[in-house]
C-alpha cells in the first residue's frame, strides 16, 4: 500500500544515536504498523537509518520519512544538505522536508524557497515547517504562495500553543506534536514553567488507571483527540508498541482535565522562536552543516 498523507502515528528519534537501540526501535515500529519516521539533520542519526532501513527492505512506497533541515543550511546550503541527507537516509526522496526552526525572515523564505523547487524535481513530496509561529508562517506564505504543508510544534498537557494550533488547523495546516510527556518525568527544558504539579500527576496517574493504559498512551491519545500527529519515541521495544496501541477514547470531561493543566502563553512561544534565530552566526550560516555519515558532537 502506496502511503502518501502523513500517518496519525510515527516513530520519533531525537536522541537515539546509539546504532543498536535504534535498530531495534525501527524494527519493533516496523513490525507493530508504524510507517512514519521521522528524524532531522541535527538529530546527527540519518546514516544509521538508512543502514536500517535498507536492510528491512521494505518498499519504500509504504514508508513515510521525514527529516528537517538544520538551521546553518538556510542561507546557502539547502540544497546541498538535501542531496547529503538523501544519501544518507539512501533513499532518492524524502516524503515531507521541514524547516527545523523558524529564524530570521531572510533566511527563513530562502531555504524555503529551495524546499519548494526540489518539490517541483520530486526530490521532496511535501514541504512543511517545524517551530513557527503564526507570523513567521505568513510570511512565507505572502512571499511564495504556498502553506506549509505540516507545522512540527512542542504540544503537551502544560505547553499547548492554542493559538497556533487553532491557526494552522483553520488553515488546513497539519500539526504534529513533540514533547508530549515531557512534563511528566521531567520539566521541558525550554519552558521551565512546564512542570507539573504533584496535584496533576495524581490526576494523569487517575486517568491512567481509568482507561487501563499508560501515560504514554494517556496523552498521545489526548494529542490526537486535538487533531494532532505524534511521534512518540523510545528505544524500549515494549513502549514503541504500546504507544502506537492507540485503539480508546478519552471522554470529554477527562479531555478536560487535562487541557486546564495548560499554562503556555503565545508570548512564550514568541520568545523561544527569537531563542533560535540568535543561536544561529553569520559564520555558521555560511559553513553550513554539511557531512557525509555522522558529525562531531563538538559542532
Given at each position: 500500500?502506496?502511503i502518501?498523507?502523513?500517518?496519525?502515528?510515527?516513530?520519533?528519534?531525537?536522541l537515539?544515536?546509539?546504532?543498536?537501540?535504534?535498530k531495534q526501535s525501527i524494527?519493533?515500529?516496523?513490525?507493530?504498523?508504524?510507517?512514519?519516521i521521522?528524524?532531522?539533520?541535527?538529530y546527527?542519526?540519518e546514516?544509521?537509518?538508512?543502514v536500517i532501513?535498507?536492510a528491512?527492505?521494505?518498499d519504500?512506497s509504504e514508508?513515510?520519512?521525514?527529516t528537517?533541515?538544520?538551521?546553518?543550511?538556510?542561507?546557502?546550503?539547502t540544497?546541498?544538505?538535501?542531496?547529503?541527507?538523501?544519501?544518507?537516509?539512501?533513499t532518492?526522496?524524502?516524503?515531507?522536508i521541514?524547516?527545523?526552526?523558524?529564524?530570521?525572515?531572510?533566511?527563513?523564505?530562502?531555504?524555503?524557497?529551495?524546499?519548494?523547487?526540489?518539490?517541483m524535481?520530486?526530490?521532496v513530496?511535501h514541504?512543511?515547517?517545524?517551530?513557527?509561529?503564526?507570523?513567521g508562517i505568513?510570511?512565507?506564505?505572502?512571499?511564495?504562495?504556498?502553506?506549509p504543508?505540516?507545522?512540527?510544534?512542542?504540544c503537551?498537557?502544560?505547553?499547548?500553543?492554542?493559538e497556533?494550533?487553532?491557526y494552522?488547523l483553520e488553515?488546513?495546516i497539519?500539526?504534529?506534536?513533540?514533547?508530549i510527556l515531557?512534563?511528566?518525568?521531567?520539566?521541558?527544558?525550554?519552558?521551565?514553567?512546564?512542570?507539573?504539579?504533584?496535584e496533576?500527576?495524581?490526576?494523569?496517574?487517575?486517568?491512567?488507571?481509568?482507561y487501563?493504559?499508560?501515560i504514554g498512551?494517556?496523552?498521545?491519545?489526548?494529542?490526537?483527540?486535538?487533531?494532532?500527529?505524534?511521534i512518540?519515541?523510545?528505544?524500549?521495544?515494549?513502549?514503541v508498541?504500546?504507544n502506537?496501541?492507540?485503539?480508546?477514547?478519552?471522554?470529554?470531561?477527562?479531555?478536560?482535565?487535562i487541557?486546564?493543566m495548560?499554562r503556555?502563553?503565545?508570548q512564550?512561544?514568541?520568545?523561544?522562536?527569537?531563542q533560535?534565530?540568535?543561536?544561529?552566526?553569520?559564520?555558521?550560516?555560511?559553513?553550513g552543516l554539511?557531512?557525509?555519515?555522522?558529525?562531531?558532537?563538538?559542532?
Open positions: 500500500m502506496s502518501q498523507d502523513l500517518p496519525k502515528v510515527g516513530l520519533g528519534t531525537w537515539l544515536t546509539d546504532f543498536d537501540d535504534l524494527q519493533t515500529a516496523w513490525k507493530t504498523g508504524y510507517r512514519h521521522d528524524t532531522a539533520q541535527v546527527n542519526n546514516y544509521d537509518i538508512g532501513l535498507k528491512l527492505e521494505i519504500r514508508l513515510f520519512l521525514t528537517k533541515i538544520a538551521p546553518p543550511n538556510y542561507l546557502k546550503h540544497k546541498a544538505s538535501v542531496s547529503e541527507s538523501l544519501a544518507r537516509l539512501q532518492s526522496y524524502v516524503d515531507l521541514l524547516l527545523h526552526a523558524e529564524l530570521g525572515e531572510t533566511a527563513n523564505l530562502a531555504a524555503y524557497q529551495a524546499l519548494l523547487d526540489l518539490q524535481e520530486g526530490v513530496k514541504v512543511g515547517v517545524s517551530n513557527f509561529s503564526i507570523s505568513q510570511k512565507l506564505v505572502e512571499e511564495t504562495g504556498v502553506k504543508y505540516c507545522n512540527q510544534i512542542v503537551s498537557p502544560t505547553t499547548r500553543p492554542l497556533l494550533e487553532a494552522c488553515e488546513g497539519l500539526l504534529t506534536g513533540y514533547s515531557k512534563p511528566y518525568t521531567t520539566p521541558n527544558p525550554f519552558y521551565p514553567d512546564s512542570a507539573l504539579t504533584s496533576e500527576k495524581v490526576q494523569l496517574d487517575d486517568l491512567c488507571e481509568k487501563d493504559v499508560n498512551q494517556l496523552l498521545n491519545k489526548w494529542a490526537l483527540q486535538h487533531d494532532y500527529h505524534v512518540p519515541k523510545s528505544k524500549n521495544p515494549k513502549r508498541e504500546e502506537y496501541q492507540l485503539d480508546f477514547e478519552i471522554l470529554a470531561q477527562d479531555m478536560e482535565i487541557d486546564n495548560n503556555f502563553s503565545s512564550e512561544y514568541q520568545e523561544s522562536v527569537k533560535w534565530e540568535n543561536q544561529i552566526t553569520e559564520e555558521q550560516f555560511e559553513t554539511l557531512y557525509k555519515e555522522h558529525f562531531q558532537r563538538d559542532l
